[in-house]
């Protein structure tokens, strides 16, 4: 089942807060005609299973910042720039209607440099980005499709409970002091209940 999602609040240390645009943590995307399942072309969706509040840093709520950030909990860009597979594209009920995902990031099994390659081949965890920043609801959280993925041999399929298991590995790595490239951060976070569906209804692979 994926009725969880879970909130983190991603503050480096070490850089001046700033003042998010939007006091709130995130705009749940079904009060504004979007949805908390991304689209995967297919008719179903994956879930936006992690939620980077918009309170976070302001450091961490760009494309560069969450590449920083990914790689500090043992993510990387993907394989030489390599892309596997169609982008995603979700509606988070910001104004801009359905957007391709900002980028894909991949358990980097400790290199940053090519990691990544060894995902690509044995599997592991992964997830997409999507960035809340519409006219309507510019909160600038972060919404990720998370999910631990079958070796190459699979076709790159989801593992059964592959979204569980993905989002819950992500976020032991995320939360409490983490650091990459001198900048390091302190997450804390929290479950949220009520934004997905339960079960597998619309869920691409069906696994629950
Ligand atoms: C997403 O990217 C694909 C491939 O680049 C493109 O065909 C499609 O129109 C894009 N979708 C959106 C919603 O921008
Ligand atoms: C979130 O929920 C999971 C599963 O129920 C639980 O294991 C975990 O401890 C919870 N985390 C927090 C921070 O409450």
Avoid: W
């Avoid at 609801?137 to 079958?150: C, H, I, K, Y």
């Avoid at 059964?160 to 590995?169: A, H, K, V």
């Amino acid at each position: 089942m994926h009725s969880l999602s879970f909130l983190l609040l991603a503050l480096p240390a070490t850089l001046a807060l700033h003042v998010p645009r939007q006091a709130v943590d995130f705009f749940d995307p079904r009060q504004n005609g979007g949805s908390m399942l991304d689209d995967t072309g297919n008719g179903l969706g994956e879930p936006l299973n992690v939620i980077i509040s918009g309170l976070s840093s302001s450091e961490v709520l760009s494309e560069e910042g969450i590449v920083n950030y990914a790689k500090a909990i043992g993510f990387s860009e993907e394989c030489l720039g390599i892309h596997l597979g169609d982008p995603q594209s979700a509606n988070l009920g910001d104004g801009n209607g359905p957007v391709n995902q900002t980028i894909e990031l991949r358990q980097d099994y400790g290199d940053p440099d090519l990691g990544t390659c060894l995902e690509s081949l044995i599997g592991g965890n992964h997830f997409r980005v999507f960035i809340q920043n519409g006219p309507q609801q510019p909160t600038g959280a972060l919404f990720l499709a998370v999910s631990q993925e079958e070796d190459v041999t699979q076709g790159h399929t989801i593992t059964p409970d592959g979204y569980n298991i993905g989002r819950d590995l992500l976020v032991a790595n995320a939360l409490g002091d983490t650091s990459f490239n001198g900048v390091n951060y302190h997450t804390v976070g929290r479950n949220i209940t009520g934004l997905l569906p339960v079960g597998t209804q619309g869920v691409n692979h069906g696994e629950c």
